[in-house]
């Protein structure tokens, strides 16, 4: 196999100086749509050029299930929603939140709350926080003055 001549003259032209420096283009796969909650975190992390590992020791989690998350494989835990807001700087997901049943859910996943969790809170249960968030139901009056109070 025959091997292409190479030129080893420095200049083209005696009185010409090219310097032209071209960065290389980068591979990584940015998101070109964000459908989930991976998508923001992998966008983030590439625009910030952040470590792996730093979102590792952040987020409590191993390398696995970072990539499922960027991948779409796995949702997050709702216990980890208020890291992931705060590492984004904004709240990713895109439910409705004008009506009391958006709001109930939005405040649910800023503090980690699972259903049933908050359930609690209103010494409910989690059947009834589901059907709220889907505004199939409304609460009773005197939860509703709670909800006020918690949501406000």
Partial sequence: MALAPVCNIPYAVPFSVLNNTVPLPDKRRFPKELQHVGDHIKKVRLEKNLPIKQLLSEFQIDR????AWELGLWEPFVKHYPQIIRFL??????????????????????????????????????????FWETNRRLPLEKTIALLKTILD
Avoid: M, N
Wanted: charged share 25%; glycine share 10%.
């Fill in 64 to 67: 696995e299930t970072l990539r």
């Fill in 89 to 130: 700087g904004y709240y990713p997901f895109t439910h409705e939140t004008k009506t009391l049943g958006g709001k109930i859910k939005k405040y649910r996943f800023e503090h980690g709350l699972t259903q049933g969790q908050f359930a609690r809170l209103l010494h409910t249960d989690k059947c009834t926080v589901s």
